[in-house]
C-alpha cells in the first residue's frame, strides 16, 4: 500500500512538471514534449519508484511476535534513522519544494500575462486575426489560471494530510517524545489522515477544474444517451 502511496506522489510532481512546462514554457511544451516522452517519463518514474522503494519494505517489513511491521524490521538504528531522513526529503520535502517553486512561477507568469491582456487595446480597427488572437490568448490563460489554481490547491491538500504522518515518523524514529511507539493509535490516526488524501484529490477536480467537468459531463452525457438508446431498441 505504502508503495502505490510513493507512488501517487511521484505522480503528482511529474504533473507539476508538466503543468509548469506547459504554462511558463509553451513554446518548448509544444514542438519538445509529446505523448511519448510522457509516457517515457511516467514509465521511468514508476520503475525506479518501485525498484528502490520495493526493495527496502521488502527487506524492512514482516511480522515479529504475532504483529506486522512495515518498513520496521531494521539491522541497526543508524540504518533506520539514514532511511527516515532520506524518506522525508524524497516523499515530502523535495515534492513541497516542486510545487512551491513550480506553481509559484504559474502564477507570477499567469498574473504577467493578465496585466498584458489588460493594457493590450484591441481597436475596433483592428483586423479580424487580431481580435481572434487576442481572444485566444485569453481564454488560454483563464484555463491556464483555473488549472494553476487547482493544482494549488491539489498540493496544499497533499501537505496537509501527509505532514501528520511525517511528523510522527520523525518523532518515532528518532524518540524526541518520551515514550514515542511508532505502532500505536496515533499511527492509525495519522495513516487514516493520509490515505485521505486519495479521495480528496478527485473531488477538488470534480469541483475546481472546468475541463475535467466539461469532460465527465460529455462521459455521463454519452453513457444517459447510450441507456436510452438501449432502453428504447428493447421495447
Not at 541497526?76 to 526529503?89: A, Q
Request: glycine share 4%; charged share 15%.
Amino acid at each position: 500500500m505504502w508503495l502505490f502511496l510513493c507512488m501517487s506522489t511521484t505522480n503528482l510532481v511529474l504533473i507539476t512538471l508538466e503543468r509548469y512546462t506547459m504554462g511558463v514554457h509553451p513554446v518548448f511544451y509544444q514542438t519538445r514534449i509529446n505523448k511519448c516522452w510522457i509516457l517515457t517519463s511516467i514509465t521511468v518514474a514508476w520503475f525506479i519508484t518501485i525498484s528502490f522503494q520495493g526493495i527496502l519494505f521488502f527487506y524492512t517489513s514482516g511480522v515479529k511476535d504475532h504483529d506486522c511491521y512495515v518498513v520496521g524490521l531494521w539491522p541497526s538504528r543508524e540504518l533506520e534513522k539514514y532511511f527516515c531522513v532520506y524518506y522525508l526529503i524524497v516523499n515530502f520535502f523535495l515534492p513541497l519544494g516542486v510545487f512551491i517553486g513550480c506553481y509559484g512561477n504559474m502564477l507570477v507568469s499567469t498574473r504577467r500575462r493578465q496585466h498584458v491582456l489588460v493594457n493590450c487595446q484591441v481597436s475596433h480597427e483592428g483586423s479580424d486575426e487580431i481580435r481572434v488572437n487576442y481572444r485566444q490568448t485569453l481564454r488560454l490563460t483563464a484555463t491556464q489560471a483555473n488549472l494553476t489554481k487547482t493544482m494549488v490547491i491539489v498540493s496544499a491538500c497533499f501537505v496537509a494530510c501527509w505532514l501528520p504522518s511525517h511528523v510522527h515518523y520523525f518523532i518515532t524514529t528518532f524518540q524526541l517524545a518520551k515514550n514515542a511507539r511508532f505502532y500505536g493509535r496515533l499511527y492509525r490516526i495519522v495513516t487514516y489522515v493520509a490515505l485521505s488524501n486519495v479521495c480528496v484529490n478527485p473531488l477538488i477536480y470534480a469541483f475546481q477544474y472546468e475541463d475535467f467537468k466539461k469532460a465527465a459531463r460529455k462521459v455521463i452525457g454519452r453513457r444517459g444517451n447510450d441507456l436510452a438508446s438501449t432502453t428504447l431498441s428493447s421495447s
